[in-house]
């Protein structure tokens, strides 16, 4: 049995740079009077990324999750990192206020989308962003743009009266094109003008079309990573739909070598959270899959 690796799977650059700002983070000193220098308390602001086995893995080395800005000023000399989603300029200044260290480990491409949304409210637009309602990010771009935004995922969701005939878009980065698509032809449609500053990020639409293309040529796909990442789980459900023999796993441990009796391929991708270790770990252990069934046959 082949094991084939999908093109694009894993980390994707948000993901490896907010895993290295903390790593750096961690290794900062401060000097307390009573004790010299000691290790500053590091802590994330909800999970860092969408994977349970790195979450598990910083909590052991001290890397603390927090659920408030509140928590993390109880801490000594803390340090607190802002993930990749981003989040709303009060946290920001809050944290300040309380003498927290931040370090922002927004991804670029959301700050990116940040400031797209607060340049079209101050153009005197009214502001629409193509996303989630609720996703951490798409609450991070609506704040910088004055909290007053509509946010919709599909032209059903447009309100029947938009509220004025000029309309910024910014997009919420992991969308799909055509979604954007269809929201812009939509407005279009009933005469809306609309001003597009499309702030998608390729990362996770190569993930899923490097995906599905290696779905199309194997007899099975594991896909690697937290089944709490969205895009983990979108990748799963790409590749079921292309084979329905796809198994998405979080650890090496999950792997059944009764999936891939008789078969002659099996393809790998992972989520954007998926560190290439836990990637490496699953495709070894397929391999030895592989050459224990071949020995057996
Ligand atoms: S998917 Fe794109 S926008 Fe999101 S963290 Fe990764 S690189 Fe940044």
Same mark, same amino acid.
């Given at each position: 049995m082949r094991v084939l690796l999908s093109e694009y799977a894993g980390a994707c650059y948000g993901v490896e740079r907010a895993l290295s700002l903390v790593?750096?983070?961690?290794?900062?000193?401060?000097?307390?009077? @009573? !004790? $010299?220098?000691?290790?500053?308390?590091?802590?994330t602001l909800g999970p860092l990324i969408h994977n349970p086995q790195v979450v598990a893995e910083l909590e052991r080395r001290g890397i603390h999750e927090a659920a408030t800005v509140a928590e993390v000023a109880d801490t000594r000399g803390g340090i607190l990192v802002i993930r990749s989603h981003g989040v709303t300029p009060d946290v920001i200044e809050e944290a300040e206020a309380r003498g927290l260290v931040v370090v922002d480990a927004t991804c670029p491409h959301v700050s990116k989308a940040q400031a797209a949304a607060r340049e079209l409210r101050e153009? $005197?637009? &009214?502001?629409?962003? +193509?996303?989630?309602? $609720?996703? #951490?990010e798409v609450e991070s771009i609506s704040a910088h743009a004055g909290g007053d935004v509509l946010v919709v995922q599909e032209p059903d969701d447009l309100p029947k009266q938009m509220p004025g005939q000029e309309t910024g878009i910014v997009v919420q980065t992991t969308q799909a094109p055509a979604a954007l698509d269809a929201i812009v032809n939509e407005l279009k449609r009933r005469g809306i003008k609309p001003h597009v500053r499309n702030t998608i990020c390729s990362a996770t639409?190569?993930?899923?079309?490097?995906?599905?293309?290696? @779905?199309?040529?194997?007899?099975?796909?594991?896909?690697?990573?937290?089944?709490? *990442?969205?895009?983990t789980t979108r990748l799963t459900q790409i590749?079921?739909?292309? /084979? #329905?023999?796809?198994?998405?796993?979080? /650890?090496? !441990?999950?792997?059944?070598?009764?999936?891939?009796?008789?078969?002659? *391929?099996?393809? +790998?991708?992972? $989520?954007? &959270?998926? #560190?290439?270790?836990?990637? !490496?770990?699953?495709?070894?252990?397929?391999?030895?899959? @592989? !050459?224990?069934?071949?020995?057996?046959s």
């Open positions: 790593e750096k983070a961690a290794a900062t000193e401060c000097c307390d009077l @009573a !004790d $010299g220098c000691i290790a500053r308390r590091v802590s153009q $005197g637009m &009214s502001v629409l962003v +193509v996303g989630e309602t $609720g996703h #951490p639409l190569k993930r899923q079309q490097s995906a599905e293309a290696l @779905a199309h040529t194997v007899d099975a796909m594991v896909v690697v990573g937290g089944r709490n *990442s969205g895009n590749c079921s739909a292309v /084979t #329905p023999a796809t198994y998405h796993i979080e /650890t090496p !441990d999950e792997l059944n070598p009764e999936w891939f009796i008789g078969l002659e *391929s099996v393809g +790998v991708t992972a $989520g954007a &959270s998926t #560190p290439q270790k836990q990637i !490496d770990a699953v495709v070894q252990l397929l391999s030895c899959i @592989a !050459d224990r069934i071949a020995n057996e």
